[in-house]
T-cell receptor, first 111, second 117 residues
Framework: LAKTTQPISMDSYEGQEVNITCSHN???????ITWYQQFPSQGPRFIIQ???TKVTNEVASLFIPADRKSSTLSLPRVSLSDTAVYYC????????????FGRGTSLIVHP | GAVVSQHPSWVICKSGTSVKIECRSL??????MFWYRQFPKQSLMLMAT?????????EQGVEKDKFLINHASLTLSTLTVTSAHPEDSSFYIC?????????????FGSGTQLSVL
């Protein structure tokens, strides 16, 4: 099971781009990288998932270098409502995958 | 995306009583669901993996007789906190695994805040 490391907290301002990097040095060949967002007193919400290179959806972009030992979640032009905890998970599809959460990154967006 | 419904959203109970929390996958079949608990300002801690039609697999340190999990159908898993005590007060979250289209994706319920008096 690939362990992940993220910054504990980040601060930003409205309108800025925020990049949160996750390290996963022992990622396995079949592992995907998935990011979740959690607001206080709510369950996490799926944001984006990728395997390699770059993935973009209506919410965020995910950049994965060739060695896949890290990934970067990019949130364009953040707003106050993006204040949340962001978690990076690594794992493969299959019955043996047990999704374990690390500490996550607490992002605070200031006016 | 897939929808997971969890209730109740919050519950207050007296010490010694049992509380049942339901988790339903509304638009997909979930053969596997996960139960987490979360304390304030902390990450999600996996309690157990719930498999449809079989016994749940509990993480180390989680009392299976205290936290009863039943996954009797492809769309419903329940967590019963038996003989609850104040130290069981926490935020409980379920999630269901939705496969296909690549990697594993988890969809979460909205959580249940349990307060034991």
């Amino acid at each position: 099971l690939a362990k992940t490391t993220q910054p504990i907290s980040m601060d930003s301002y409205e309108g800025q781009e925020v990049n949160i990097t996750c390290s996963h040095n022992n990622i396995a060949t079949n592992d995907y990288i998935t990011w979740y967002q959690q607001f206080p007193s709510q369950g996490p919400r799926f944001i984006i998932q990728g395997y390699k290179t770059k993935v973009t959806n209506e919410v965020a972009s995910l950049f994965i270098p060739a060695d896949r030992k890290s990934s970067t979640l990019s949130l364009p032009r953040v707003s106050l409502s993006d204040t949340a905890v962001y978690y990076c998970l690594v794992g493969e599809e299959g019955g043996s995958y047990i999704p374990t959460f690390g500490r996550g990154t607490s992002l605070i967006v200031h006016p | 995306g897939a929808v997971v419904s969890q209730h109740p959203s919050w519950v207050i109970c007296k010490s010694g009583t049992s509380v049942k929390i339901e988790c339903r996958s509304l638009d997909f079949q979930a053969t596997t669901m996960f139960w987490y608990r979360q304390f304030p300002k902390q990450s999600l801690m996996l309690m157990a993996t719930s498999n449809e039609g079989s016994k749940a697999t509990y993480e180390q340190g989680v009392e299976k007789d205290k936290f009863l999990i039943n996954h009797a159908s492809l769309t419903l898993s329940t967590l019963t906190v038996t003989s609850a005590h104040p130290e069981d007060s926490s935020f409980y979250i379920c999630s269901a695994r939705d496969r296909g289209g690549g990697g594993e994706k988890l969809f979460f319920g909205s959580g249940t805040q349990l307060s034991v008096l």
